[in-house]
């Protein structure tokens, strides 16, 4: 599934493939679970292989504002997951 979703984005090489799936790991996450927060380290990349994954942040009364859907096959890019500063903001 992780090869599909990868060469549906950009072609990349069998090796390259079989060298990310070896430093890979798959998680099942629950429905609402919470798998990075914000203003904590984040180093890593995420698939979406199955499901829906949302992005939200809290407001001041710390009330839930959704600010992105990612349905499954797709990819959580840096950008929504983490700043320059391995700090992620959502």
Do not use: D, W
């Not at 914000?38 to 992005?55: A, C, H, Q, T, W």
């Not at 009330?63 to 797709?74: D, G, K, Q, R």
């Amino acid at each position: 599934m992780l090869a599909e979703l990868i060469h549906s984005i950009y072609p990349i090489s069998k090796p390259s493939i079989e060298a990310l799936e070896e430093i890979a790991s798959a998680k099942s996450l629950g429905k609402k679970e919470v798998f990075v927060e914000e203003g904590k380290p984040n180093e890593k990349e995420y698939f979406v292989l199955e499901g829906i994954v949302r992005s939200f942040v809290l407001n001041p009364q710390g009330e839930e504002i959704s600010l992105s859907f990612f349905c499954a096959p797709s990819v959580l890019s840096p950008l929504v997951s983490r700043t320059r500063n391995n700090q992620s903001q959502v």
